[in-house]
DNA sequence: ATGGCTCTAACATAGAGA
């Protein structure tokens, strides 16, 4: 089975990318992020016709807005908001073989990094403390589970293009990286991009659009994550950053990541 | 220190992304 997650950046927007992905990546279910349709909008019968018959639907007008498709019929489904808030940030299915598969968007965190100043900042931290509570009630222990998703933190030094220049951009300060290694060592799942790829090698998922030339300079971030449990671990057996659609015409910022779960 | 670009909502520009 081929899982896959991809921001990417309005999916009405991005309808010609997903059709030229699904084609050649063939993922059986697709993670979506930052869909930014309500879902009587949601594009479901262009998708239906790629072959994703089963959606989850969970966005909202304009902002956020999270997605799964599938080839694959769902045994379950469901949403869940966090910090008290209504935002669209989080769908899951159970899928045949008894594995969980979570979609997660992040809050970005706005431009400062500090919470007293920036309550995008506050709300980021808050996500991500709830996270790994969430993680720790004993959810993921003997399960088979995955979690992928735009988590909008580089928490390595070789998840950004420049470690030191960025220490104090948001994304990749030493809060934010605690944050995030807190609700992955809490939850014991692992990190399956730093299982294929070491962790003293670069890789990044993004290259934004307002650094000039960010793609061609490969100036890059690792924001989108796959974290599975040990038990599906020895079942793992492929990861892939597809990079390539970051060159297409009018991208989305993020790239998809694909891995194979036997 | 700031903006760079892309998208949405709604019709000119402002907010969000990270």
Redesign the pocket.
Known sequence: MRLATW?V??V??RLQHLARFCTTAAPDVLCLQ?T???DADFPAHDLRDLGYVHQVVHGQ???NGVAILSRIPFEGEGTETWCGRDDRRHAFVRLPGGIELHNFYV?????VPDPERNE?FAHKLQFLTEMARWGRRGRTAGRRLVLMG?L?VAPLETDVWNHKKLLRS??HTPVESEHLQRALGDSGLIDAARHFVPPGEHLYT?W?????RSLEKNYG?R?DHVWVSAPLLPALHGFRVVKETRSWE?PS??VPVVIEVA
């Open positions: 921001n950046n309005s009405r927007q930052e930014k349709v309500r007008k304009g902002y809050p970005s965190g706005g431009p995008k735009d909008n948001v994304g993004w934004g659009y307002r650094f000039p971030w924001l009018r910022d993020h």
